[in-house]
């Protein structure tokens, strides 16, 4: 297959021209070659294995792809976890922080996307936005890769209504979506999804 096409959307330019693609001998050699430069993290479904593990691999992402940063502190997801999750369990806290570090991430251009190996870690890639779902059209049987929504089935869709503040909660299968042309809050009318299905407000959306 063709590895520069596919690292050069999950790469920096200067890391894709360092990487020396034409020296590569497989799959398994690019996945360790990743790992090793810390291009790609895998975390054990249990939890990070210290704190701060999944937010400083999310922000040196950033700053090598888009020579940005995370805009939330450290400390922002665990408070968010210990408040939004009344009962939580071990294994709980990873699909949440990829959840909430994905939509950071969307706000300065890039997007999580995951490699399933069919395995019980979670291998995690930062692509650019405008590439990210692109990566779930690539034929190979190791490099599975797909962003959040793409792997998972279901979304949750919370809306406040920005003319009358009410509140609405949408719980739908992800394709499910693109049947929300014209829906409109159910109080003043104010239109939440125009004739093309396309978001017209803003929306908090939690993949399942």
């Given at each position: 297959m063709n590895y520069k096409k596919m690292l050069a959307?999950?790469?920096?330019e200067k890391e894709l021209m360092e990487m020396n693609v034409q020296t590569i001998k497989d799959d398994e050699s690019l996945f360790y070659k990743l790992v090793d430069k810390n291009f790609l993290l895998i975390v054990d479904w249990s939890g990070e294995d210290r704190q701060g593990m999944l937010y400083n691999f999310f922000n040196n992402r950033l700053q090598s792809m888009l020579e940005v940063q995370l805009v939330v502190s450290e400390d922002e997801v665990?408070?968010?976890?210990?408040?939004?999750?009344?009962?939580?369990?071990?294994?709980?806290?990873?699909?949440?922080?990829?959840?909430?570090?994905?939509?950071?991430?969307?706000?300065?251009?890039?997007?999580?996307?995951?490699?399933?190996?069919?395995?019980?870690?979670?291998?995690?890639?930062?692509?650019?936005?405008?590439?990210?779902?692109?990566?779930?059209?690539?034929?190979?049987?190791?490099?599975?890769?797909?962003?959040l929504e793409q792997k998972q089935?279901?979304?949750?869709?919370?809306?406040?209504?920005?003319?009358?503040?009410?509140?609405?909660?949408?719980d739908?299968?992800?394709?499910?979506?693109?049947?929300?042309?014209?829906?409109?809050?159910?109080?003043?009318?104010?239109?939440?999804?125009?004739?093309?299905?396309?978001e017209v407000v803003e929306m908090e959306k939690t993949y399942y």
């Open positions: 959307k999950v790469l920096g665990y408070q968010k976890y210990n408040q939004e999750i009344e009962e939580p369990k071990r294994g709980d806290f990873i699909p949440f922080a990829l959840s909430y570090f994905d939509k950071q991430l969307e706000k300065l251009g890039a997007r999580v996307v995951l490699l399933d190996l069919e395995n019980d870690t979670y291998n995690i890639l930062v692509a650019y936005k405008k590439d990210a779902k692109k990566l779930k059209s690539i034929k190979s049987d190791f490099w599975k890769l797909s962003t089935g279901r979304v949750v869709i919370s809306i406040t209504c920005p003319n009358c503040k009410d509140f609405a909660c949408y739908m299968l992800i394709e499910e979506e693109s049947n929300m042309a014209n829906e409109k809050c159910e109080v003043c009318g104010t239109l939440f999804w125009d004739e093309n299905a396309n």
